[in-house]
């Protein structure tokens, strides 16, 4: 066999032999993607042959060669452009091979999944992170930009709970940086407002008390390293963002940030009397603790509170206490080196679900009203003209008026018309939910001599005396002049991969427009790159 | 005939009456004040703004970092004695008091090696946040395990004439009725004598922006 017929049967055989057996064609598109389209030795060889053609073209060109040597050249181009003209055509076939093997790849994979991501982009995506994160990864990456704050705070907060802090600030960091952007003139935004989109196509920041969560739970971490400048930053912008509400009495009212913002000036070394004072206005039980008390002991209780659609149509967003747990109050057991116990009992700091209760009506509401209204008396008008228009149309035949009968024939499909549109349109509110926020944030601080040297338990308590839970301390840290001891009541990585009703089907997510399947595309090519790996092992708690 | 004719009219006059109705009636809703929001907006300062906005950026910290620069080089104090005077240009007292998080190297580092470079040796910059280093080489010569370099030795590191401190403020406001934010940021700069705590110079910034989400996002 010739030199060229066997690189043109290595070139094409490549393709199949060495494309990896797949379990899926995402995996497969993987994996072709991974390789040339022709192999190095084959474009190589024609590389090869190409310099060797032209060499012999311009020599016998040149002249001044002997009768032999120009014979002798001749034959040799003669057999180079031969295998030249054969290799050329291999590697093209080869590439057309692979154009097509890639196409049929991305036309099987488009039709189920529309711009991504696929199975294997998301396994590879998960693969290096840590176990415990990866069902909050994979929603991260699954559902793109519309739901990229509601991903980063969720996997903020598991993070933060399984000791992986890198992880978490990188979560609520960014996180915040999307609170913070200002979204105007922004197509989805618009989208929100249509009649015919529902208000979920809009990209999640969060309503106000999951928006001052990020902040609080950012402040917690910066505690951990005992960055208080950065800690008292964030609480103070954390409660800035619950001063959208309605009424002005419950603007603000965020005690446990107000509490956290003075905690974190103590701290500094400097008076948080006035944010003490502001904390204490709103729960008169939170006192400012003593100066010399260095010790934060934050326990969360229960879960937060569901969003729920109300309304005809689900047009109205309403809060709802989630009833599950029973846990109220929370008492730390602090044991020294010679087993001696001292207890504190926390106080009621904040409730999320007060803070989501009490943020009165949002501008929204009101184009969602005008949806409601749109959608119900379409229907009202679709319904009396199909009545109508049938009702007139078979008089008309009854009577042989054939004027008649075409008359309503017209208005019922009037009628119809306007059914369809209001059966098109959306007025549900947005319901997407973090749903691994606690609802009672309790506080108590001590003068301990070092974090590090004590133990820790929490006990957590309910109308009926104490409940059996867990009692694990998730976080504890410590800067140059003050610590942190961070627990929760519930386990905030005992949730679903996604938050109930944020992911979009499949269906769904491959009929979006082109531009916000791109814009996905391009937060996920984002997260490939900026997303941190599984090289920060949890620290010690 | 004429009858069925009216009657037709009178049904299609009908049709089209009930259709424009209730397209108004349904395209109806509640008007939203500002619903497309406002995009970010840069304001001078000096003048009351609209309302303002949000915090600071790179732009920002380029800017402040030069004015301060150029204001430093002309303080005679500073750029112009006759021994060049030591200076600690870090964080280290530099105070984040405002809303936004940030980290702070990045206005007194940058305002730190432009000065170096454009005061050409006029001030001296000592290297407080590298003392670990240079203790731990100054121990190594000291106990012959490298030799003293070309520089000779000293009996202890540099101290400093001044230290720059400083505070970064800011106050938050919104509207509530359209939605815009306001943040009035204010940086000042103060170069402190390390003796006699006298401030010898003192340099501020200001900035305003305004800005409204997307009437979704209130």
Redesign the interface.
């Known amino acids: 066999m010739q030199k060229s017929t066997l690189l043109a049967t290595v070139a094409i055989c490549g393709l199949v032999a060495f494309t990896p057996v797949v379990a899926d064609d995402s995996a497969a598109l993987l994996a072709l993607r991974s390789q040339p389209a022709v192999s190095q030795d084959a474009l190589a060889h024609e590389q090869q042959l190409q310099a060797r053609h032209d060499y012999l073209k311009t020599t016998l060109k040149a002249g001044g060669l002997s009768k032999a040597e120009k014979k002798q050249m001749k034959a040799d181009l003669k057999v180079v452009k031969k295998e030249l003209k054969a290799v050329k055509k291999a590697n093209k076939k080869a590439q057309k091979a692979y154009d097509k093997r890639l196409a049929s790849l991305t036309k099987n994979l488009r039709k189920q999944y529309g711009m991504g991501p696929y199975p294997a982009e998301i396994s590879n995506f998960v693969a290096d992170k840590p176990e415990v994160l990866k069902p909050f990864y994979s929603s991260l990456f699954i559902e793109g930009e519309r739901n990229a704050t509601l991903n980063l705070n969720r996997l903020g907060l598991a993070a933060m709970e399984a000791g992986y802090y890198g992880h978490a600030e990188w979560a609520f960091d960014r996180a915040i940086d999307k609170i913070e952007a200002i979204y105007a003139d922004n197509p989805q935004a618009k989208a929100a407002k249509s009649k015919f989109k529902e208000e979920s196509v809009k990209d999640f920041k969060g309503e106000p008390y999951e928006r001052a969560m990020a902040y609080y739970y950012r402040g917690l971490l910066y505690l951990r390293i005992g960055d208080y400048e950065n800690a008292r930053a964030v609480f103070r912008a954390g409660e800035y963002q619950d001063s959208v509400s309605d009424l002005e009495e419950f603007q603000a009212d965020f005690a446990v940030l107000n509490y956290l913002d003075g905690w974190a000036l103590q701290c500094q070394g400097r008076s948080g009397e006035e944010p003490f004072r502001r904390a204490n206005e709103v729960r008169p039980n939170l006192a400012a603790p003593a100066p010399e008390n260095n010790t934060l002991m934050i326990s969360e209780l229960g879960a937060g509170p569901q969003k729920i659609g109300e309304g005809k149509y689900n047009e109205i967003l309403k809060f709802e206490k989630d009833e599950r747990f029973g846990e109220t109050n929370a008492r730390f057991i602090v044991e020294n080196r010679t087993g001696a116990t001292t207890e504190f009992t926390n106080e009621i700091a904040s409730s999320v679900y007060w803070q989501s209760s009490t943020r009165g009506g949002r501008p929204i509401d009101g184009l969602l009203e005008g949806k409601a209204s749109f959608k119900e008396t379409t229907d009202a008008i679709g319904d009396g003209l199909a009545t109508v228009g049938t009702g007139v149309a078979l008089a008309g035949l009854a009577s042989g008026d054939s004027d008649a009968a075409l008359i309503g024939a017209g208005v019922a499909i009037i009628g119809g018309i306007f059914s369809a549109v209001s059966a098109s349109s959306k007025p549900q509110a947005d319901t997407r939910m973090w749903d691994n926020l606690p609802d009672l944030v309790t506080v108590s601080t001590g003068a301990f001599r070092s974090v590090g040297e004590y133990r820790y338990s929490t006990v957590y308590s309910g109308p009926h005396g104490d409940i059996a839970s867990p009692s694990e301390v998730y976080m504890m840290g410590a800067g140059d002049t003050c610590g942190i001891i961070w627990t929760r009541s519930r386990s905030a990585l005992n949730v679903p991969e996604s938050s109930p009703g944020a992911r979009m089907t499949w269906k769904k997510m491959r009929k979006q427009k082109k531009r916000v399947q791109q814009k996905d595309m391009n937060f996920r090519n984002w997260l490939l790159v900026e997303a941190p790996i599984d090289t920060l092992q949890a620290e010690l708690r | 005939m004429r009858q069925?004719?009216s009657?037709?009219k009178f049904?299609?006059k009908s049709?089209m009456l009930?259709?424009v109705c209730?397209v108004l009636?349904?395209?109806?809703?509640?008007?939203?004040?500002n619903?497309?929001?406002?995009?970010?907006v840069s304001q001078d300062p000096s003048r009351t703004g609209a309302v303002a906005g949000?915090?600071i950026e790179g732009q920002d910290i380029q800017a402040m970092t030069d004015q301060m620069m150029r204001d430093m080089l002309t303080n005679p104090m500073l750029a112009n004695a006759a021994n060049p005077p030591a200076i600690i240009v870090d964080s280290g007292f530099f105070?984040?008091?405002?809303?936004?998080?940030?980290n702070?190297d990045l206005i007194t580092n940058r305002l730190r090696v432009n000065l170096n470079r454009a005061s050409m040796g006029r001030m001296v910059f000592v290297g407080r946040n590298y003392a670990g280093m240079v203790q731990q080489e100054r121990s190594l010569k000291r106990e012959g395990v490298v030799d003293t370099a070309t520089r000779g030795t000293t009996q202890a590191q540099a101290g400093a004439d001044y230290r720059l401190g400083g505070t970064i403020a800011s106050s938050?406001s919104?509207d509530?009725r359209t939605?815009m934010m306001q943040r009035y940021t204010q940086i000042t700069f103060e170069m402190v004598d390390l003796e006699r705590g006298v401030i010898v110079w003192s340099g501020i910034y200001e900035l305003s922006k305004a800005?409204?989400?997307?009437?979704?996002?209130?």
């Open positions: 069925i004719s009657f037709s049904i299609k049709v009930t259709a209730g009636a349904a395209c109806g809703g509640q008007a939203v004040h619903s497309a929001g406002v995009a970010t949000v915090g105070v984040n008091d405002s809303t936004q998080r940030m702070k938050d919104r509530a939605g800005a409204a989400d997307d009437v979704v996002y209130r």
